[in-house]
C-alpha cells in the first residue's frame, strides 16, 4: 500500500469525507473495481487443463467425495508444469489444487480384507459370554503383547523437558545390541476391575512366557480379586505366542493354568 493512500485514510478517518471523490461513500475498496494483477489462469487459460491432466492420473479418495486428494508433490507438479511452458510456483499450483476441490489428507484405515461372515455374531457370542462371567463374579481378562523396545539408548519419539542446551544424547542408529537384546512386553488386563499387570521378557514372545505372566497377574492380582473363582475366560488376537494355531498355548493353558490357577491346597 502507497504512503498517499495511507494519508487518504487518515483524512477520511478525521474529517468523516473521502478525499477520492471517483469513489463513492459508500464503498470500502480501497482500489478500483478491476484493477491489479489478473489471475494466472486468466493470462494463461491452459495451466488449469494442464494441471488436471497431471493429477488425474495418481487422484486418490473416494471420486463421490468433494474433497479430492492427489499423490503428486506440490513442486513436482509445478516443475512439470513448467516443462510444459507454465510460468508458476508451488504456492499457485497450492491454491489451484484447493479450488479444484483438493486437500492435504493422510491414509484411513478402513478396509478390512477377508472379513468373516460372521464376525458380528462372533463379537456378540464373546459378549454374552462376558456378562455372564461378570454375573457369576469370574475372571475375564484381556492378553497381548506390546511394541518391542530395545535394551540400548537409543531414540524415542517424543519431547520432554530438560535445561536448554543439554538434550539427551542417544546412538544414531537404532541396532540391536546382541548382548542386552530387547524388552517384551506382555500385557494382562482385567476387563471387569479395569486394571492390569505387564511382564518384560528379555528372550522370546513364546507361549511359555504368555502362560507365565498369566499366572503371575493370578498370583500378584487376581486371586485377591476373585477369591470364589472357578473358571477363567481369555480373550486375546490369536496371534503370537497366544495363536489359535499354537499347539503348545492350547497344551499350557489347560495343564498349567487352569491346574495352577484353580487347584487350591487344602488349609
Known amino acids: 500500500m502507497a504512503r498517499e493512500v495511507i494519508r487518504n485514510g487518515i483524512h477520511e478517518i478525521e474529517t468523516g469525507d473521502s478525499k477520492e471523490g471517483e469513489l463513492e ?19 494463461d487459460p491452459t495451466l488449469k487443463e494442464d494441471l488436471r491432466s497431471l493429477i488425474d492420473p495418481v487422484t486418490r479418495g473416494d471420486p463421490e467425495s468433494s474433497l479430492l486428494r492427489t499423490s503428486r508433490s506440490l513442486r513436482n507438479l509445478a516443475d512439470d508444469l513448467k516443462n510444459k511452458g507454465h510460468d508458476v510456483s508451488y504456492v499457485t499450483v497450492r491454491r489451484m489444487l484447493q479450488e479444484m476441490g483438493f486437500s492435504l489428507q493422510a491414509d484411513f484405515k478402513s478396509i478390512e480384507p477377508g472379513q468373516h461372515a460372521d464376525r458380528n455374531e462372533q463379537f456378540e457370542y464373546i459378549y454374552e459370554n462376558v456378562k455372564e462371567m461378570q454375573a457369576g463374579n469370574q475372571p475375564i481378562i484381556s492378553i497381548g503383547i506390546k511394541k518391542k523396545e530395545l535394551l540400548e539408548n537409543c531414540k524415542n519419539n517424543g519431547q520432554e523437558w530438560t535445561p536448554k542446551v543439554q538434550p539427551t544424547k542417544v546412538y544414531t542408529h537404532a541396532f540391536e545390541n546382541k548382548e542386552l537384546g530387547h524388552a517384551i512386553p506382555f500385557d494382562v488386563y482385567d476387563i471387569t476391575e479395569n486394571n492390569g499387570r505387564v511382564s518384560v521378557g528379555i528372550t522370546k514372545d513364546t507361549s511359555q512366557f504368555a502362560v507365565a505372566t498369566i499366572r503371575n497377574w493370578w498370583i500378584e492380582m487376581g486371586k485377591e480379586v476373585y477369591p470364589e473363582a472357578k473358571e477363567l475366560m481369555i480373550t486375546a488376537d490369536s496371534g503370537g505366542s497366544s495363536g489359535n494355531q499354537q499347539r503348545i498355548w492350547k497344551t499350557l493353558g489347560k495343564t498349567q493354568i487352569y491346574a495352577k490357577l484353580f487347584t487350591r491346597p487344602s488349609k
Do not use: A, N, P
Open 25 to 43: 461513500k459508500s464503498s470500502k475498496r480501497i482500489r478500483r473495481e478491476g484493477g491489479g494483477r489478473k489471475r494466472v489462469t486468466e493470462i
